[in-house]
């Protein structure tokens, strides 16, 4: 058996053209959603994202703009910028690009985004209103994820589902939303005893861990879903350089009903559904 492949790239090009309508119609009435990304430092991992993130707005009639601030840049000019940005009409969307170097109080600055503005969802009435299962925002790559499901028809309800990893941008909100969905949830992390025998009973398995081709054949039940959010650089062999998974793709692929690839995955969908985020909040603030 092979397994069926959840192409996200084609998926999240399927979604940002029903976005356009949804643009249009909120310039018409004098509200273009506006999104403002804020970057401290020059990480060129980080650097490549934000302008992901900007052109995949412009590039369904946004308004979007980049702020960059040196890597010893005060904290408190920051806050001021996100005090500014909460009080100006047309952003609708404030995203601060993690991680901010080591001076800064992440939580701080990520609680001083106005909650309505929110479009990553990592406020903490953000993450609590997910928890109570009546989400305003949800975060970005777990959304993807769960739109991923939607499109391969996967029906979570009563399945056994493993999330491995438990950051608070992927694997707890993950968690979060299966368990919303109905199914029975279990999350592994690195003092987990024995992965295996969670990931060998797993209906759905999200791999969120940061190592690279971690998840192999011999860990995943026949026919279950795969989900790779991973993405890392090889450092060695013939294939350094080359970007993977967490999930050991060639080997997990004969096993797996359906799984998703790196690149080509769970990346295109995380900006999309910034996307989305953002134009929510726009029709929230023209409709009230």
């Known amino acids: 058996m092979t397994a069926q492949i959840i192409d996200g790239k084609a998926l999240a090009e ?128 777990p959304y993807g994820v769960m739109k991923m499901f939607e499109k391969g028809n996967v029906d979570l309800t009563g399945q056994e589902a493993v999330v491995i990893g438990r950051s608070n941008i992927v694997g707890k909100p993950m968690a979060l939303l299966l368990i919303n969905a109905g199914a029975t949830v279990t999350v592994c992390n690195s003092r987990t005893r024995d992965l295996k025998f969670h990931t060998r009973r797993a209906d759905i398995l999200v791999a969120a861990v940061g190592k690279p081709k971690f998840v192999t054949g011999d860990m995943i039940k026949p026919g279950a879903v795969v989900i790779d959010v991973g993405i890392n650089r090889l450092q060695d062999g013939p294939d350094a350089g080359k970007l993977c998974g967490d999930v050991d793709f060639a080997s997990c692929l004969e096993t797996a009903g359906q799984i998703t690839p790196v690149p080509g995955g769970v990346g295109p969908m995380t900006i999309t559904m910034l996307l989305a985020n953002t134009i929510e909040a726009a029709e929230r603030k023209a409709g009230r």
């Open 14 to 141: 399927e979604l940002r053209q029903s976005f356009k309508a949804r643009v249009e119609a909120l310039a018409a009435k004098g509200h273009r959603p506006g999104l403002v990304v804020i970057l401290v430092g020059e990480d060129p991992a980080s650097e490549v994202y934000v302008r992901n993130k900007v052109n995949g707005c412009l590039a369904i009639g946004m308004h979007s703009e980049k702020i960059v601030y040196s890597k010893d840049v005060d904290q408190q000019v920051v806050l001021d910028k996100i005090a500014e940005l909460n009080a100006d009409e047309n952003i609708h969307g404030i995203l601060v690009q993690l991680p901010l170097p080591r001076h800064f109080d992440e939580e701080k600055v990520l609680e001083a985004i106005a909650v309505d503005k929110d479009v990553d969802g990592f406020h903490a009435e953000n993450v609590g209103a997910l928890a109570q299962g009546n989400p305003r925002f949800i975060p970005c790559t």
